[in-house]
């Protein structure tokens, strides 16, 4: 299984984004997904969870920013980042980690720079 992330791009504070993760394949449902970001020379922290039940969980930094979905006809999670700041300019990953064979996998990273 290789998550597809995307929905990156350029926006300017205040601005909103969605970031997708796609699960190929009929186990979706069985993932948890976490959504990471990473700026150069830090390491990656985890920014926000959603489970294969749906319960959601975020770091203070994005609370009540960001909002964490996924849709199970779609095999997609998302990620609803609004009021951005040029604090949240990263690269953004998601994570998969199969809540039954606890198989974890990395989508490729999608840039989110915002301008202030």
């Known amino acids: 299984v290789q998550l597809q992330a995307s929905g990156g791009g350029l926006v300017q504070a205040g601005g909103s984004l969605r970031l997708s993760c796609a699960v190929p394949g009929t186990t979706f449902h069985l993932y948890n997904i976490h959504w990471y970001r990473q700026t150069p020379g830090d390491q990656r922290d985890m920014v926000a969870t959603i489970t294969h039940r749906g319960e959601t969980n975020y770091a203070p930094s994005v609370e009540g920013r960001f909002t964490a979905s996924r849709d199970s006809a779609k095999n997609t999670a998302y990620l609803q980042m609004n009021n951005l700041s040029p604090a949240d300019t990263a690269v953004y990953y998601c994570?998969?980690?199969?809540?039954?064979?606890?198989?974890?996998?990395w989508g490729q990273g999608t840039q989110v720079t915002v301008s202030s």
């Open positions: 994570k998969g980690v199969n809540s039954w064979s606890r198989q974890t996998v």
